[in-house]
């Protein structure tokens, strides 16, 4: 069974630093693409930050140089530093990646619960 389980939302001033983790399990982790996705209230989920297999990161132009992906494939763990935070990136991140739970099954789509980040000004 794949889970993604993420941590480390909260509520945090303008200008402040916020560091989510996700944790997975159910596959082999180290060969698929992790990503972080955020929705805000009223608005349509959106990418956020890509890193795959080879460690190459893309980021959406509204995060690029105050956001950092990461990945511990030794620890099956996906990370989120987000610095310089604004009112505009409070919304649920959620942690997510298309991959196979098994050799036989096709690939899908995962996401974890979600974790709340909420930037006060």
């Known amino acids: 069974q794949v889970q993604l389980v993420e941590s480390g939302g909260g509520l945090v001033q303008t200008g402040g630093s916020l560091r989510l983790s996700c944790v997975a399990t159910?596959?082999?982790?180290?060969?698929?693409?992790m990503d972080w996705y955020r929705q805000a209230p009223g608005k349509q989920r959106e990418l956020v930050a890509t890193?795959?297999?080879?460690?190459?990161?893309n980021y959406a132009d509204s995060v690029e140089g105050r956001f950092t992906i990461s990945r511990d494939n030794a620890k099956n763990t996906v990370l989120l530093q987000m610095r310089k935070l604004s009112p505009e990136d409070t919304a649920v991140y959620f942690c997510?990646?298309?991959?196979?739970?098994?050799?036989?099954?096709?690939?899908?789509?995962?996401w974890g619960q979600g974790t709340q980040v909420t930037v006060s000004s």
């Open positions: 997510s990646t298309y991959a196979r739970k098994n050799v036989v099954a096709k690939c899908e789509r995962y």
């Open positions: 159910g596959f082999t982790f180290g060969i698929y693409d």
């Open positions: 890193i795959s297999r080879s460690l190459t990161t």
